[in-house]
């Protein structure tokens, strides 16, 4: 069987075996489709350097540094191929999938689908991704691209329901299907508790050194999807107990602020349910974000007009406005618009790092801005600063809702709806959920995941 990293490989890749890892890199770019892809599923280049930047203050408008990880050079353009990549390994591992038996299915609305699609064909299984038909049209192309085949599903990101559905039907239609559900499977929450999370933690170091920051991450930021990425935070308060876990979630479908629904279009996030491997008794603050702030902003950066505000009118360094047009897509611009909101709520100051995360970049939404554009006509100067003022550097604190005993709560409470009502799970294993050991049992599965992978190398 074909397998890659162990999770600490994927935190240290320089612990990869020299020339494992250095035809990996040569593969990234010339040969993207072969299996030693496996061994660049990090946060790091190949000089152990993170994949980071930290947006200047013209942007942002706070005091408080913010730094974005950037998933764009993982395999596939979206570090959510970790997260697929851990549950497929995991499962792999304790035997309960074999390619020469099983079909794997991946839902998705997304990135976890595209990541599946590469996993999954590399590690020579039959694939099967199920996906809203309103999805860009640019993550179609991309999961058939690696191998997979799609079923369209009716709906758009919040339409997971529909997903669910589609997933049920498939498992009683074949017993050689297997379901690898990145909103339910713990690899997912393992990947980003130990790989993200550490990640950070080591670079709040470098940050120090470079003179930014204290030495510490204050605020971690992120949009629940599956709510993998915010996985990161049980990490980062480990490590400092007065660290700040804000999720972000669509103002068009406020589901955790206030048991909202609806339809929106920030690709990734805002799923209509509260995820299975959602610790939301570790949840600081839910923030709610337009969609259309996220669209807007994202075409600052993708449009010639906007990088000319911000560099000519704004004083941006050129090369990094480019540099942002290329990584950030929209669920990254949510996400920072957060980060933003974070700071001026809480307060922040130049001591404390605001860390996020920008899952994939602009080529994922081509499509999406030049629907825009048709719609609202080109960027001008005004248009742009308009934009750069009204979304970013005037970010708000509307839409706020703390963590509070009650509010924590509520958020464990509508995962009855979803994962015992219809998914199966009983109301013993969900209350299991309000034991922090039950979490920290699921942290420390890391070491067994990896001792098992060894002892499998081993015995080639």
């Known amino acids: 069987m074909i397998t890659g990293p162990t999770f600490e490989e994927m935190l240290h890749p320089q612990t990869i ?57 993982f395999p596939s353009g979206s570090h959510k191929v970790g997260a697929a990549y851990s549950v497929l390994l995991e499962k792999q591992l304790l035997g309960e999938v074999d390619p020469d038996l099983h079909t794997l299915v991946w839902p998705s609305t997304g ?73 339910e499977v713990m690899g997912n929450y393992r990947f980003h508790y130990h790989v993200t999370g550490n990640t950070l933690v080591e670079l709040a170091d470098e940050l120090r050194e470079a003179g930014i920051g204290a030495g510490k991450i204050s605020a971690f930021v992120s949009a629940m999807g599956s709510a993998g990425t915010i996985a990161a935070g049980d990490r980062l308060k480990q490590v400092w107990h007065d660290h700040r876990i804000v999720g972000l979630e669509p103002i068009q479908c406020p589901t955790l602020y206030n048991n909202g629904y609806g339809a929106h279009e920030i690709q990734g996030i ?72 974070t700071a001026r709520f809480y307060e922040l100051t130049s001591d404390d790092v605001v860390a996020t995360v920008a899952t994939d970049g ?6 999406v801005m030049a629907a825009l554009r048709e719609q609202q006509g080109a960027l001008d100067e005004a248009s742009a600063l308009a934009i750069a003022e009204g979304v970013f550097r005037r970010a708000g604190t509307d839409w706020v809702l703390e963590g509070t005993r009650a509010a924590r709560e509520r958020w464990h409470n509508l995962k009855y709806y979803t994962w015992v009502e219809q998914q199966g799970k009983t109301v013993a294993e969900l209350d299991a959920q309000r034991d922090p050991d039950w979490w ?7 070491a067994e995941i990896d001792r098992r992978l060894m002892a499998q190398r081993g015995r080639r």
């Open 270 to 341: 805002g799923d209509k349910h509260v995820t299975w491997i959602h610790n939301v008794f570790n949840m600081d603050a839910l923030m709610c974000i337009d969609d259309m702030d996220a669209l807007n902003g994202l075409r600052l950066f993708a449009e010639e007009a906007g990088r000319r505000a911000l560099a000519e009118r704004l004083g941006l360094d050129a090369a990094l406005v480019e540099q942002l047009a290329s990584l950030l897509g929209i669920s990254g611009i949510c996400n920072i618009i957060g980060a933003i909101k």
């Open 440 to 446: 920290r049992a699921h942290q420390a599965a890391v």
């Open 111 to 183: 990135n976890y689908g595209i990541g599946g699609a590469f996993i999954g064909c590399r590690m020579e299984y039959d694939s099967i991704v199920v996906l809203p038909e309103e999805m860009s049209q640019e993550r179609f192309q991309r999961i058939e691209s690696y191998g997979a085949r799609i079923i369209r599903t009716a709906g758009s990101e919040s339409n997971v329901k529909e997903i669910y559905d589609e997933v049920k039907r498939l498992r009683g239609s074949d017993p050689k299907i297997r379901i690898l559900n990145q909103f």
């Open 362 to 367: 602009l080529e994922r939404y081509d499509s």
């Open 17 to 73: 075996d020299s020339q494992v890892r250095a035809d990996a890199l040569a593969a990234l770019d010339t040969d993207p489709l072969n299996p030693l892809n496996l061994y660049n599923i990090t946060w790091r280049d190949g000089q152990n350097r993170t994949f980071f930047l930290v947006l200047p203050r013209e942007l942002t408008g706070v005091a408080a540094p913010i730094v974005v990880l950037y998933g764009g050079r």
